[in-house]
Structures are given as C-alpha cells and as structure tokens.
C-alpha cells in the first residue's frame, strides 16, 4: 500500500507544513487592536491563497492520476476482449479439430475393415516383404553360400517375391483403398493444422491475460496514489477553507469595530453639539440682558443659528 511520504517524494509535491499555519484565538478576535487584527487579517488571507494555491496543485495531481487509472483500465478491458475473442476461436478451432479426428478415426476404420477383407493385414505389408526381399538378394550376392544353402536361399527369395506379388495385386484390384487411405490422411492433417491453431490462440489468449492482470494490477497502484493524492487535496483545502473562515471572522470583528468607531464618533459630535447649544444659549441670554458680547460669542451664536 503506497504511503503518504512516498507520493510527495514521488510527485514532488510540498509538504503542508503546519507551523506556517495562522492561529486566531478567541481572546484575540475579542479583544485583539484594530491594528492587530488587521495585519492578523493579511495573514490570515496571505496563508489562505498559498493553500489554496496548494490545494490546487494536489487537485490537478490527483486528476491525472485518475486519468492513467482509467486508461489502465481501458488498456486492461481491450486485453480482456482480445483474450475472450481468442478464447471463442480456440473453442471452434478445437470443435473442428474434434469433428475432424472423429472423421479421420472413421475413415481409417473403414481403411482397416478394407485391408482385413482383401486379407491385407496377413503377414508383413508391401514396404517390409521389399526389404526383407533386398536383404536376402544382398546375402545371396555378398555371402559364400554352399550349394543347399543358396538353393535355400533363392526358394526363400522366390517365395517372399510371390508375397509381394498378392499383396500388390489385390492393393491394385482394391483401388478405392489408396483414395482412402489418402483421404483420412488429409483429413488427420486438417484436424492437425486445427489442433495447430489451438496451441497458438491458447498461447496468445494466455499472453493478453497475463497482460489483463498486469494492467489492472498498474490501474490499482495508480488508483491508490490518486486517493492518497486526494487526501492531500483534502489536507490543503481544509486548511484553506480554516484559514477562509477566519479571515472572514476577522473582517466580520473589523466591521463591529469600525460600526462602534463611527457610533462614538457620532455620539461625540451630538455631545459637542449639545455643549455648544447650551454655550450658545447662555451667550444668547447675555447678549439679551444686555451684555456686550465678543466676535467669538457672535460666531458660536451664529454657528447655533441664534442670529
């Protein structure tokens, strides 16, 4: 089973190294300074895009990587057919080879029935009454015979010449038995050439399964790296999608903080207002009872719309 370390080592791919990773405590989101939070945003986004970036990369790995399981695969299935289509034809070779050893037995039944009526098979056949025939002729010629044996010796010739005579005459009065004979030995030769198609298509059946195991055994390696590849994937986009979520908690915390930054603002604004309007009114009241009043008391009068 492949490892982890084996596919980065393979396919060079970074290791996440999770000490680069951004942390966002509670007590820092809560109570962290708006600086703080955020230079701790850009590097919460920062840390994000490179996983991202990570994720991506792993993802594409992994995409090719189940691109050449199913071309395995299908590599395996085109031998997996060939192997069957093989399989098929050595199944009608071997029932033709069959049909025709079962023809060529019938016909050499019918050659022996053929010999035993004409009486051929009594006694030595045609090919050794020849050579016993030349062996004693080359005695009678090379041997020092006294004159019994030679008289012997040229009755014994005679005789296995007469031999040969019959069985030569009744092979020539049985013409059909060489058409016969010659028949089931082209049928035993087709029957052969079947037998001969057998042992090849088996052969090469044997070759495309070998080649069938041997590419689903590729396609399961290669299977199993791309799952460990998307479980790297997976490693990256979740810390991807961490890093995401707290940078959107920051931001979220960014936006409380401005929204109170600008209440305060406008609660210090109605304050002062509120100051200046009671200001303006006692001015207003001096300047009603009388009192000489200064260009700045006639500004604050004005700017309170009292003039």
């Avoid at 596919?7 to 999770?18: K, N, S, W």
């Avoid at 002729?137 to 009755?155: A, G, H, K, M, P």
């Avoid at 052969?192 to 059946?205: F, G, M, N, W, Y």
Wanted: no cysteine.
């Amino acid at each position: 089973m492949v490892t982890k370390q084996e596919v980065l080592e393979e396919f060079d791919v970074q290791e996440l190294a999770e000490n680069n990773n951004i942390d966002l405590p509670e007590e820092k989101l809560e109570s962290g300074s708006k600086g703080e939070l955020i230079k701790l945003a850009g590097q919460l986004r920062d840390r994000r895009n490179e996983l991202n970036q990570m994720a991506s990369e792993r993802a594409s790995k992994r995409d090719d990587l189940n691109a050449m399981t199913r071309e395995k695969v299908d590599e395996a299935q085109k031998h997996r057919e060939q192997r069957d289509e093989m399989n098929a034809a050595v199944q009608e070779h071997k029932q033709k080879r069959n049909e025709l050893n079962a023809k060529a037995n019938e016909l050499f039944d019918e050659v022996d029935e053929m010999k035993s009526d004409l009486e051929l098979d009594d006694g030595k056949d045609i090919d050794e009454l020849k050579e016993e025939i030349e062996q004693l002729e080359f005695r009678q010629q090379t041997e020092v015979l006294s004159t019994e044996d030679e008289r012997e010796l040229i009755e014994k010739i005679e005789n296995k010449r007469d031999e040969l005579r019959q069985k030569k005459d009744k092979v020539e009065e049985s013409g059909d038995l060489e058409e016969l004979i010659e028949e089931a030995e082209e049928v035993r030769s087709e029957a052969s050439q079947h037998h001969q198609k057998v042992t090849e298509l088996a052969d090469d059946a044997q070759e495309h399964h070998n080649q069938m195991i041997e590419a689903y055994r590729e396609a399961d390696d290669i299977r199993d790296k791309a799952d460990e590849m998307h479980e790297l994937f997976v490693e990256a986009q979740e810390a991807a999608d961490r890093h995401h979520e707290d940078f959107v908690r920051v931001q979220k915390r960014l936006r409380e903080l401005d929204k109170k930054e600008e209440r305060q603002r406008k609660d210090s604004r109605a304050e002062e207002r509120e100051a200046a309007k009671e200001e303006a009114e006692e001015i207003y009241q001096k300047f009603k009872e009388g009192e000489t009043l200064e260009t700045e008391d006639l500004m604050k009068l004005q700017k309170a719309g009292l003039l």
